[in-house]
């Protein structure tokens, strides 16, 4: 079995299902990573999915991903907007990162146009809702075949 791809997710996404579900949609962050999980098993890929509300534990996150993992996709919620410091960590780390976002950011607030990781990821997807994720996904299983 080839290295795992890190699935990270930040502030308030454990929320997903009960958080502004007319912009977030109905389905929660465990049904996300299952059907996640499941199209990877199907490539023989193994996922780690992780969320967590704290700036911290996600750069120890993305560390852990660097030593461990083949690829991150990473939804840093609002820490996106603000965060020095995990842009540092994925600065730091030799994998493919991607940015997502399951709304359309550039259609919101001001404060959501700019992206602290965008300079330090391969790529960013948003607007598709869960299937931001599972584009970025694709990404990464795309690379793992090569
Ligand atoms: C988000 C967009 C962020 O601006 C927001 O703070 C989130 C979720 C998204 O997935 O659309 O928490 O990252």
């Known amino acids: 079995m080839s290295k795992p791809i890190?699935?990270?997710?930040?502030?308030?996404?454990?929320?997903?299902?009960?958080?502004?579900?007319?912009?977030?949609?109905?389905?929660?962050?465990?049904?996300?990573?299952?059907?996640?999980?499941?199209?990877?098993?199907?490539?023989?890929?193994?996922?780690?999915?992780?969320?967590?509300?704290?700036?911290?534990?996600?750069?120890?996150?993305?560390?852990?991903?660097?030593?461990?993992?083949?690829?991150?996709?990473?939804?840093?919620?609002?820490?996106?907007?603000?965060?020095?410091a995990l842009a540092d960590a994925i600065r730091a780390i030799d994998i493919p990162a991607i940015e997502v976002h399951m709304s359309n950011v550039y259609q919101r607030e001001e404060f959501r146009h700019h992206s602290y990781l965008s300079p330090v990821v391969i790529g960013l997807i948003c607007g598709f809702g869960s299937q931001s994720y599972e584009l970025a996904l694709d990404v990464l299983l795309r690379e793992e075949q090569r």
Request: glycine residues 8%; charged residues 20%; contains cysteine.
């Open 6 to 84: 890190y699935v990270l997710s930040g502030p308030n996404l454990n929320m997903l299902g009960k958080r502004e579900p007319e912009i977030y949609g109905s389905q929660t962050l465990d049904d996300i990573h299952k059907s996640l999980s499941e199209k990877a098993t199907k490539q023989k890929v193994e996922l780690s999915c992780h969320q967590s509300n704290h700036e911290g534990q996600l750069v120890d996150l993305i560390q852990e991903a660097g030593n461990k993992a083949s690829g991150l996709i990473i939804n840093a919620g609002a820490l996106t907007h603000t965060s020095i």
